[in-house]
């Protein structure tokens, strides 16, 4: 635990608004992920960043925005164009493992965001 | 892409008994298979993982083995306890990969029953 914080836990909004939601490391990993999480469905890819000023769309990009304008910080906008916004939201980071020779990733606490 | 898949959606075990939950993932390049744990309303912390280049790894009571050429791999729990009660999520990841996120199996909820 610790390194990477989320805020704010619980968030409502109403329909048609955007939102954003934040993430922060202090761990100088340089890869950040989104996710979205509903149940029964695990968690699905939304964003990843491997540098910064650089990010690509995951999975299922559609309705959402990110920046990534310093290495500890990874924003992501919940836009009026996401259909079913409401969800549990993780942030993780990611360092490379020498010894796995892949990269293994932290999460965050998750926002929980309610739309009405 | 990678599609990872996994089994039982629900698995409930009586406190004392062992637990195996299983994955497959289709992508023959993927190469490093972490398992997750998250308990109710909390992040997912990795609790083991394995390489393709090993078949099996071992942490107290919990195991993990792979099976390249079938594609699969299990998680294994021994002498389960009531604080294993969580959701545990399998997930692959291939070469290069790494960056671009891990691909998730759904999760398996566990249930350690007193």
């Known amino acids: 635990d610790g390194g990477i914080t989320q805020s704010p836990k619980y968030l409502f909004r109403k329909e048609g608004q955007n939102v954003t939601l934040s993430c922060e490391q202090n761990?100088?990993?340089?890869?950040m992920y989104w996710y979205r999480q509903d149940p029964g469905q695990g968690l699905r890819l939304i964003y990843y960043s491997q540098i910064v000023n650089d990010f690509q769309k995951g999975d299922i990009a559609e309705g959402y925005s990110v920046s990534r304008e310093k290495k500890e910080s990874f924003p992501l906008t919940v836009t009026s164009a996401q259909k079913n916004p409401t969800a549990f939201y993780l942030c993780?980071?990611?360092?490379?493992?020498?010894?796995?020779?892949?990269?293994?990733?932290?999460f965050g606490p998750g926002t929980r965001l309610t739309v009405t | 892409g990678e599609n990872v898949e996994q089994h039982p959606s629900t698995l409930s075990v009586q406190e004392g008994d062992s637990a195996v939950i299983k994955c497959t993932y289709s992508d023959s390049a993927s190469n490093y298979f972490p398992w997750y744990k998250q308990e109710l309303g909390k992040r997912p912390q990795l609790i083991i993982d394995?390489?393709?280049?090993?078949g099996e790894k071992k942490d107290q009571r919990i195991a993990v083995t792979l099976n390249k050429t079938a594609k699969h791999f299990s998680l294994h729990i021994t002498e389960t306890q009531p604080e294993d009660s969580a959701v545990y999520f399998c997930?692959?990841?291939?070469?290069?990969?790494?960056?671009?996120?891990?691909?998730f199996g759904k999760g398996t909820h566990l249930i350690i029953q007193p």
């Open positions: 997930a692959a990841s291939f070469p290069g990969g790494g960056a671009d996120g891990l691909t």
């Open positions: 394995i390489r393709s280049n090993v």
């Open positions: 993780a980071s990611s360092i490379y493992n020498l010894r796995q020779g892949a990269e293994e990733q932290y």
């Open positions: 761990l100088n990993h340089d890869a």
